[in-house]
């Protein structure tokens, strides 16, 4: 709803987009909207698991010894604590991923990859990058790509405030 400008807002009014500010925040909506069904299309037809659970594998083969307190792979997916917990026992039943107890922490575990899950990332690695490249990177010129990426950035760090109690999905 664009009822008057950003400019000419009253106290107390919302400052409502401007008619190219809507512009660019339903193309950035409708991208990562399509985006998103994209990839997650291809994972699922081509390896069985949607989106998520690719990144959750990937974020755990960069891993040292390809392991993560389940409280930083939550973090670094920017999931909540729960839908990680549902998606780490949906990947241990297809032995992709086991749980270990951290021994410093009783209350905590680590997600590990497992050589099988290793295997699947590996088999299932080059479509997906395919299925990336396809989407992003070759529709943009270099420099699109840059200033992509350094648009992305500043939004992310604007999102992920480091006082205590912010409202992140990996505190929740």
Known sequence: MNTAPASSAA???PRWLTDEEQRVWRA?????TLLEDHLDRQLQRDAGMPHVYYGLLVKLAEAPRRRLRMT???K???ITRSRLSHAVARLEKNRWVRRED?????RGQFAVLTDEGMDVLRRH???HVDAVRQAVFDRLTPEQQKSLGEIMGIVAEGLQPSEAGADLPWLR
């Open 72 to 74: 930083e792979l939550a």
């Open 28 to 32: 950035y909506v409708d991208a990562t």
């Open 125 to 127: 690695a080059p479509g």
């Open 76 to 78: 670094d997916a920017k």
């Open 11 to 13: 106290a107390g009014e």
């Open 102 to 106: 951290c021994p410093s922490d009783k």
